[in-house]
Nanobody
Framework: QVQLVESGGGLVQPGGSLRLSCAASGSIFSIHTMGWYRQAPGKERELVTT???????NYADTVKGRFTISRDNAKNTVYLQMNSLKPEDTAVYYC?????????????WGQGTQVTVSS
């Protein structure tokens, strides 16, 4: 049973920073692509960033240059460093893991952590 547990959300002023963590269990963490998504009130969930098992990263244009994803395979944890935060970054942030088993795609989600950017 895959479990993803996010932490690190909170209230921050515009221009501030936060680091989110996602601890994974129940799978071989190092071989799977991990990602962060977010969902703002009244909007659909959107991709923020992903990182492959080999460390290749992909970012949404809205966060490029401000957010950095990283992973520590020894700790089964993926991180999201968020700098220069803007009010429009306010959302619930979800950790995601993608697995491929016999060519079928499976996705797992954490429970989400709230990030609020406000003065």
């Amino acid at each position: 049973q895959v479990q993803l547990v996010e932490s690190g959300g909170g209230l921050v002023q515009p221009g501030g920073s936060l680091r989110l963590s996602c601890a994974a269990s129940g799978s071989i963490f190092s071989i799977h692509t991990m990602g962060w998504y977010r969902q703002a009130p009244g909007k659909e969930r959107e991709l923020v960033t992903t990182i492959t098992s080999g460390g290749l990263t992909n970012y949404a244009d809205t966060v490029k240059g401000r957010f950095t994803i990283s992973r520590d395979n020894a700790k089964n944890t993926v991180y999201l460093q968020m700098n220069s935060l803007k009010p429009e970054d306010t959302a619930v942030y979800y950790c995601n893991q993608v697995q491929y088993v016999l060519s079928r795609k499976y996705e797992y989600w954490g429970q989400g952590t709230q990030v609020t950017v406000s003065s």
